[in-house]
């Protein structure tokens, strides 16, 4: 069964850093693409950062704060985020396609103090 697990979600101050991570299961393909999304009470689902092909895209919000990573020998992928703000606060769930299936994560809640 293939699966995805994030870590390392957590509570930080504003102007802080946090780094997730999220390690897949089940398979010995690559993911592709693989990457992050948020979302918080009421609202959809966001892109944070995603590496498609080797090339990452971020979304706006997050633009030179945000950093992603990936190891494809482990079949994992990282964000490192810094700067923090409150409107950062989501839970953040790890995302990664093989062929046309998606898989996600269960999520990581990430909570940023003003």
């Known amino acids: 069964q293939v699966q995805l697990v994030e870590s390392g979600g957590g509570l930080v101050q504003a102007g802080g850093s946090l780094r997730l991570s999220c390690a897949a299961s089940?398979?010995?393909?690559?993911?592709?693409?693989m990457g992050w999304y948020r979302q918080v009470p009421g609202k959809q689902r966001e892109l944070v950062a995603v590496?498609?092909?080797?090339?990452?895209n971020y979304g706006d919000s997050v633009k030179c704060r945000f950093t992603i990573s990936r190891d494809n020998a482990k079949n994992t992928v990282s964000l490192q985020m810094n700067s923090l703000r409150a409107e950062d606060t989501a839970v953040y769930y790890c995302?990664?396609?093989?062929?046309?299936?998606?898989?996600w994560g269960q999520g990581t809640q990430v909570t940023v103090s003003s």
């Open positions: 995302n990664g396609g093989l062929g046309s299936i998606t898989y």
């Open positions: 089940g398979t010995v393909f690559s993911f592709n693409p």
């Open positions: 590496i498609t092909s080797g090339r990452a």
